[in-house]
């Protein structure tokens, strides 16, 4: 089946710092991927939608400039947190679809950031 | 603003019994209904999805799409103390490759 990696799973860093996240799909190419944040006893929250080679939408109230998103490649994602802050404290989790799975997407097993 | 809304819960059923998770949703140009289930601190994973009105069936889980009146459900047959989890309704909307989430159920199944 389709695997989706994101490292690391769990980082702590000081207010101010920037925490860079990476998605990766292990055995498929991903031209889409979704960054999600879920705050404690709550949903997933959509932040933004990245295609392979273009600029990533974002989702109303998410800021980019806080929140910068690259997806060189068709396996790769990168969400940098810059200048963290304590609300910033959250569960972010990739997703990838891909060509042949247009219906569905493939969901890594979460980044948990805690912000100090 | 689009919704999908479910039940608060939490719900609690005994080993063996049937759980019935409920779903509605606000944007009647919805096509493609997904139940996934997410275990504390961990990522959610996909149980099925269901795109036409009716039953489809996978195991012990049934999903039931009802279109006209806006409601998806999820069935577990057959409760295992493994089922509890928070499950999570989502839907996209046609045209769309967006999923927006419900709040979530938290069921547990008592041994």
């Known amino acids: 089946g389709a695997v989706v990696s994101q490292h690391p799973s769990r980082v702590i860093c000081k207010s101010g710092t920037s925490v860079k996240i990476e998605c990766r799909s292990l055995d498929f190419q991903a031209t889409t991927m979704f960054w999600y944040r879920q705050f404690p006893k709550q949903s997933l929250m959509l932040m933004a939608t990245s295609n392979e080679g273009s600029k990533a939408t974002y989702e109303q109230g998410v800021e980019k400039d806080k929140f910068l998103i690259n997806h060189a490649s068709l396996t790769l994602s990168t969400l940098t947190v810059t200048s963290a802050h304590p609300e910033d404290s959250s569960f972010y989790i990739c997703s990838a679809r891909g060509l042949t799975s247009l219906n569905e997407q493939f969901f890594g097993p979460g980044t948990r950031l805690t912000v100090l | 603003q689009k919704e999908v809304e479910q039940n608060s819960g939490p719900l609690s059923v005994p080993e063996g019994a049937i759980a019935s998770l409920n779903c509605t949703y606000s944007?009647?140009?919805?096509?493609?209904f997904f139940w996934y289930r997410q275990y504390s601190g961990k990522s959610p994973e996909l149980i099925m999805f269901i795109y036409s009105n009716g039953d489809k069936e996978d195991g012990r889980f049934t999903a039931q799409l009802n279109k006209a009146s806006q409601y998806v459900s999820l069935l577990i047959r057959d409760s295992q103390p493994s089922d509890s989890a928070t499950y999570l309704c989502?839907?996209?909307?046609?045209?769309?490759?967006?999923?927006?989430f419900g709040k979530g159920m938290k069921l547990t199944v008592n041994p």
């Open positions: 944007d009647r140009g919805s096509q493609s």
């Open positions: 989502a839907v996209k909307q046609g045209g769309s490759e967006k999923l927006v």
